[in-house]
């Protein structure tokens, strides 16, 4: 955040509200150049590339892409917080509405009917409908 603003309440509040520096005005162009290379550092060293894993499938989180026997499949967002659930929690039975309430971030406006829809729909770009696992009238979950 750059600001002409120098008040403490002024930067405490931009700070909680999400910016992850604050500089005023006027300032320094060599400490500004510091505070922006330290962002860049900060992003690098948390990129951490996550692969979950189940069977021959491989969930990637750099990309949002799932490979399957290392083949490249593209997922939509909702496709891939749904996938991602589900590999975090291979063993348990997920309830819709849990399920529904975990991908909410990334997609606000899902039911239980276009849950379903896309479920569905992972299963086709999986072409095989025997990894998830549908669990009547609960949820569901990846298949043993």
């Known amino acids: 955040m750059l600001s002409a603003k120098i008040s403490s309440e002024d930067k405490v509040d931009c700070l909680l509200l999400g910016a992850s520096d604050y500089i005023t005005k006027p300032f320094d162009s060599k400490e500004l150049l510091a ?19 189940y069977k021959e499938l491989e969930l990637l989180n750099d990309s949002h892409t799932l490979l399957v026997n290392g083949e490249k499949i593209n997922l939509t967002r909702t496709e891939y917080a749904i996938l991602k659930q589900l590999f975090l929690n ?19 406006d899902c039911d239980e009917n276009s849950l379903k829809v896309h479920i569905s729909n992972i299963r086709k770009k999986i ?17 043993d």
Do not use: C, H
Not at 127 to 143: A, C, H, P, R, T
């Open 90 to 108: 291979k063993t348990q039975v997920i309830p819709k509405n849990k399920l529904l309430d975990f991908i909410s971030i990334d997609t606000a």
């Open 127 to 143: 072409k095989n409908k025997n990894y998830i696992e549908s669990v009547w009238g609960i949820g569901f979950k990846m298949k």
């Open 35 to 53: 505070r922006i290379e330290v962002q860049f550092r900060r992003k690098n060293s948390s990129n951490v590339i996550e692969t979950l894993k």
